[in-house]
């Protein structure tokens, strides 16, 4: 049994014990819960080798007898809704460009039992991938292609590790891809584990100098809104942005 029926069998049976006779006909939670998952999966564009790009708000549209059924639930369905999204958008690899936000709304024009799902990706906003850095509890964006690493004042990045060198490591990063270059450091440089002087730096990879670990990763952001946009728009955005390799 997959992760996504376990958690509509137990949605199901959470709401049906509680609501039984409010849902003897009409629309069921779990059936609300098994279109936003088919409308994840339907609306999920990759925008780079390393990414997948999944709608974060909805709106499910229901009929009047069923939204007055629905309703009865309260927050508590969002709240079980809102763990679906997530959970399938965790095992099936999908980013998300903002928060997730779900809505339940009537639509007089729908028929008893009919639902219809609509979703967008952040709330209407392009959306574009940015390179991070997690060290020392701080999460700092990678705003230059080439950003220096080490204890000294003079590097871009400082970090209070004696067993550093004052510029031990750089970082490149193009929009879509990095590199992680030793610079000629005392100590040395391991990625995940194994000592390098340059390599590829992949997404949520472990660099570490000193005793310092720096976490890479690449998330999404989105810009100022535009009007109608849509995941189509944002994956055409960051066609458009494509640049050579690494120098």
């Known amino acids: 049994m997959g992760l996504l029926d376990s958690f509509e069998k137990g949605l199901e049976r959470a709401v049906n014990s509680a609501f039984a006779k409010t849902f003897r006909s009409g629309i069921q939670p779990v059936e609300i819960a098994s279109a936003l998952r088919s409308e994840l999966d339907k609306k999920a564009a990759v925008v780079s080798r390393d990414r997948i790009l999944a709608p974060n708000t909805f709106t499910v549209r229901l009929s009047p007898a069923d939204d007055d059924r629905i309703s009865a639930l309260g927050d508590a369905l969002l709240h079980e809704l809102d763990t679906l999204v997530h959970a399938h958008a965790k095992a099936q690899g999908y980013s998300f460009a903002g928060p997730v936000t779900i809505a339940i709304r009537r639509d007089e024009e729908l028929s008893t039992g009919t639902l219809r799902v609509e979703s967008s990706t952040a709330q209407g906003g392009r959306v574009s991938w940015r390179g991070v850095v997690d060290v020392e509890g701080r999460r ?105 390799p690494l120098a």
Do not use: C, Y
């Open 140 to 244: 700092i964006p990678l705003t230059k292609s080439r950003t220096v690493i080490g204890r000294g004042s003079d590097a871009d990045i400082t970090v209070a590790d004696s067993g550093t060198s004052r510029k031990h490591v750089e970082i490149l990063w193009d929009g879509e891809r990095a590199m992680v270059r030793d610079l000629g450091s005392t100590n040395g440089t391991m990625l995940d584990g194994r000592k390098v002087t340059e390599a590829a730096l992949p997404p949520d990879s472990t660099v570490r100098i000193g005793r310092t670990d720096i976490v890479f990763r690449v998330v999404a952001q989105a810009s100022a809104p535009r009007p109608a946009a849509s995941v189509d728009d944002a994956t055409r955005a960051f066609d458009a942005q494509e640049r050579g």
